[in-house]
């Protein structure tokens, strides 16, 4: 017996819809591009990086202020903004002998206001 809450969808046949299939087939992006994504995924999946972010979203600062203002080491920013700027999430700029770190780009911003979005609902 299923439980009421628990939805299963079966098929009463074996059939699979070859239009439906070829049509998505057809917009299936590339293997790698797909791997790259989730690797992309896999850098928001450490809520230090993501706080990270967040704070790049309020402003640009450099590794003091993010030091700052999360309560990490240097070293621990740095590592941390190494793994964001291979990620292509977060940029620099130098000003004088100091480096400024923010947002690479405004997806970045809607990506994270976007998931709160999400869990928020």
């Not at 990490?72 to 941390?80: F, G």
């Amino acid at each position: 017996m299923e439980n009421k809450d628990e939805v299963i969808e079966k098929c009463d046949y074996i059939h699979a819809h070859e239009d439906i299939i070829k049509k998505v087939e057809e917009l299936m992006p590339d293997e790698e591009l797909l791997y790259d994504l989730s690797e992309l995924f896999k850098v928001f999946g450490d809520s230090t990086r993501i706080r990270m972010l967040y704070v790049l979203s309020e402003s640009e600062m450099c590794v003091c202020d993010l030091a700052t203002i999360l309560g990490m080491t240097q070293s621990a920013i740095s590592h941390q903004l190494r793994a964001l700027k291979q990620s292509k999430l977060v940029k620099c700029r130098r000003d004088g002998k100091s480096v400024f770190y923010s947002l690479a780009d405004s997806h970045v911003k809607t990506i994270l206001e976007q998931g709160l979005e999400h869990i928020e609902e």
